[in-house]
């Protein structure tokens, strides 16, 4: 849409017409190269959407909040931000991820380039899927209601019965847990409400003013009258711990008599009831038990009754309380009938409203839509499984290659674009002998003249090196041509050499590393870079089978991560042309701190210096620009996006040297909760590319600042308390429930002492990102004795270690890899050193407290 229609949208929907707001998001949009394009007078591969997923996107409603923040309403803003886009893209609102995917471009750039193209027909459909075709106008009625019946009523069926399921799976379960939690309190409140009798009249006896057995009897009358509910009929009970009845008020048979052998009064669970109120004391001091038992001062009628009972040490007794819960099971009842009053109005209505889009649907349906939502299907069922698969493929038509997937990208280091090269196959696959068979098949292939086949074949990657293969080609029909599927699998051929000799040795991974690091440097192309990275882990698994301490594996991945990082940024530089201004690249977080694991994704950010000689528009734009070449291509070697958007593709982490400190400012000045979350990020940050001046003048504003604002230091050491050690209130790990086991989060663990050596490096102006060097240097500065920097540091490498060799096992085990270790997993000993590094963590607040939050107590105290 154009910019009138967007401001007239708006402006008759929601009375704003917000024109600087449309005119802002669609700031990156190059409109007169658009037209150029659409005129094709465009060089190749141009795309004047490259930069509108900046902006047209869910990410970009903070941004405008920013931006008009007191020009408009926060409602006004995301208004007119959700309109503009949704008008834009069919009422839908991407995400910045979608505008990486080939499918939501074809759909929503290209759509109205190519929607008066030919496409498939019905019948050339139904050949594909059926290999043979049929009338479609004979059997339109019947093949209709099957498509309807599949693609409306059979999905609406199935909502339906979610729905229920839902209810009475879910809802129904969880109203009966929560009236049960509130029994469960009720009674435990009770106890505890006897329990302080028996406690006054002990202290009684102790301090003289009741002899032992009037304190006894007197305790016993007391509990004895207590009553509670609205009928006055709910009890207290005293017993001791052999079991023997001391009071009961409804049952006065049973005082003095051993319990020992006494059960519920219907015997449903075989328990002895006494002696499972002494074993719930002995073991957990308090506790609940389910049992029936005579309903109220009634001796003929019985009921499921819910106790609690508390241990009391001084006297040798155990006191509880129980209450009926039957009255559960009715309210169970009414809901579920209730329910089914419901859902039996809602289901009348479905149909109803099922009908009627049923003889709608049959006025509106037409052929060329079913052929093309056909079509659609098949390209994107081929397309799926070629991005899914862990081999690699190639889609061709005709010879050609129009489609490759990452996995042949990363085994052949060749790029997309170079794979559509007209002499590709001669380079992919060199004139050796073992390639005569597949060469000659392939020539067949391109003819139409060949069967499917499997060859074992030598490939050649983008830098010569040979492969061993395996080829499969299969035969497909898309549209009106014939193509082919083609897949390469490497042979693995295993090495034995050294296993079972004593004189083997493990390989020294320094030479390894220093070649790596050569390689990547002298990559002239993306796809070399990721080649090279192939190599990264077979290097990590030497220094494992070597024993390398942690400090060696973080340098050995953070030196190769800056290294990766120079070289798309020279790649990027030498595709966008040289920058306008001075930058700095900036690794943020962990990437800065040289602390990443090998599953690690990336954290960065551009600084670019001010200047009057250039539009700002056109700096920050070429700087946008090539954020979004670097972090792709560090996106396919490996570092995958950051999930927050924390990257020098984002107008919010790409700004000018006076952006930067304007933000730092705004933070320092007021803390609040998220300024410190930017804070955690920005404040450990490295210099990796360019002018290290800029980056040093972020530095040099924080420390200005806090001469400034010395509050801010004492809000931020407040704020670091918030994060603690993960342990229960009994000293044990505290751990989450994922997908039925315990798991303990290990990055969570770590934040203490990522937060302290942060909190400390501000006060005193250290520059290191790194959490030991901040801590070595905060002893220096005599922070800390050396007792604390080793136990610091210990626990730290203990965590970190932990945490790697926890992703590793689990990508090697094919699980998820994240940062959450499953208890299980370790013995007895292993926990319970884990709980003992974990238990240290609190020295840190310990410490923070007391320099921070009890000194400035104690200054302002009178």
Known sequence: MKLEEHVKHTEEVFGVPGKDIHQWLDGFFDTNSFERLLAGQSPANYDPYSHRKFRHCIEGLEEAYEKFEGKYSREEIKNVFETHVKDDYRGYLPKREDFENGTFTEKYHDAAETEDKKILSFEELTDYFQGKSYNYQKEKSEKFFD????????????????????????????FENNMLSQKKLMVKELTATAASVITHYQVLEEKGQLSPEEARQRTIDEIKTMRYDSQNKNYFFIIDMAPKMILHPYRPELTGKDLSDYTDEENKSGKKLFVEFVRIVKSEGEGYLRYHWQWKDNPEKTAEKLSYVKGIPERGWIVGTGIYINDIAEEKEALQLHIFQIVGITVDGLFMLLAYFLLQSRRIENDRKRAEAGLKEVKDRYRALVESSNEGYLLSMEGRIVYSNFKLQQILGFTDTELHQTDIWNIIFPDV????????????VFKN????????????????NHIDVIVTTSRIFLSEKHGHVISLRPIVRQSYIGVGSATSLPIDYKPMHSSLIKEIRESNRIGHVVQNMNKLPTIIQEMI??????KALCMVIGTTYDEVIV???????????????????????????????????????????????AAPDTIRAYFLKLGDKVCSKLNASGYHFCPAGIMALHPKWCLSEKEWHKKLKHIMKAPTPDGFLEFNVFFDLKCTYGNVNLANSIHSKIQLLMHQYPEFINSYAKNALIYKPPLNVLGGLKTERQDGAKTLNLKGALRPIEIFSRLYALKHGIDDANTIKRLNKIREKEEIDEEFYKEAIYMFNHIWQLRFFNQIFAHNGLRKVNDDLEIEELNDFEVEHLKQVISKLSMLRRKISLDFIESVAAEIKP
């Open 147 to 174: 498509s309807f019946g599949s693609r409306i009523i059979l999905p609406t069926i199935l909502a339906i019965i979610l729905f229920i399921s839902y209810i009475f799976f879910y809802v129904v379960p969880l």
């Open 433 to 444: 002998e073992n390639n005569s068979r597949l060469k000659e098949h392939l020539s067949n």
């Open 449 to 464: 003249d060949a069967d499917s086949g499997e060859f074992e074949a030598v490939a050649a990657d983008s830098v010569g």
């Open 545 to 550: 089978d070597t024993g390398a301490k942690p």
């Open 567 to 613: 070289r798309c940024i020279e790649l990027s530089i030498d595709e966008t042309g040289q920058p306008p201004v001075a930058f700095a690249f900036l690794s943020l977080g962990s990437n800065a701190r040289h602390e990443m694991t090998m599953f690690s994704d990336q954290d960065n950010a551009i600084i670019f210096e001010d200047t009057t000689q």
